[in-house]
């Protein structure tokens, strides 16, 4: 899909306030409010905007831990990887993860309650998924920057 610059500006918009109303929205991007709505619905129906959700504090839901989880498999077989990335769908602490080039295979971000609560999930589900050959990790001291809006240039 070709954006103009309405729709960089309608998408820049509800990247910061998906709640936004139509009528703020339209205000923000200098259009009328049907043609603001047929873009937003356009943009949904494209794919372009995925979905809409909340984004909660992860400290005050007691998932104050963030570890970075590198994983290498036993072997790179299409049938390994498979199984590996089903698996890991099914753990709920696993919040993104991703197969990667280098010396590892997989990169996973989890968030944990405490490092009590990582030494749990390591043991009962990260050593134990499909292939695993090695899990090595690291804590996240503290997050300097992190965010969810895509740079639209």
Do not use: W
Request: hydrophobic share 45%.
């Amino acid at each position: 899909m070709n954006l103009d610059r309405f729709d960089r500006s309608i998408l820049a918009e509800l990247q910061r306030d998906g709640r936004i109303s139509n009528v703020q929205l339209a205000a923000k991007v200098n259009l009328s409010e049907s043609a603001c709505l047929r873009r937003v619905r356009a943009l949904e129906e494209s794919g372009l905007i995925e979905r809409f959700a909340a984004l909660l504090d992860q400290k005050a839901v007691g998932l104050a831990g963030t570890v970075f989880v590198h994983i290498a498999l036993r072997r790179e077989e299409q049938s390994e990887l498979a199984a590996f990335e089903k698996a890991v769908r099914d753990i709920p602490e696993v919040m993104e993860c991703y197969l990667m080039t280098g010396e590892f295979d997989y990169l996973l971000r989890v968030v944990v309650s405490d490092m009590a609560g990582f030494e749990r999930l390591h043991n009962e589900a990260l050593t134990r998924l499909p292939g695993v050959a090695r899990v090595n990790s690291s804590v996240a001291i503290r997050t300097v920057t992190k965010t969810t809006e895509l740079p639209l240039v």
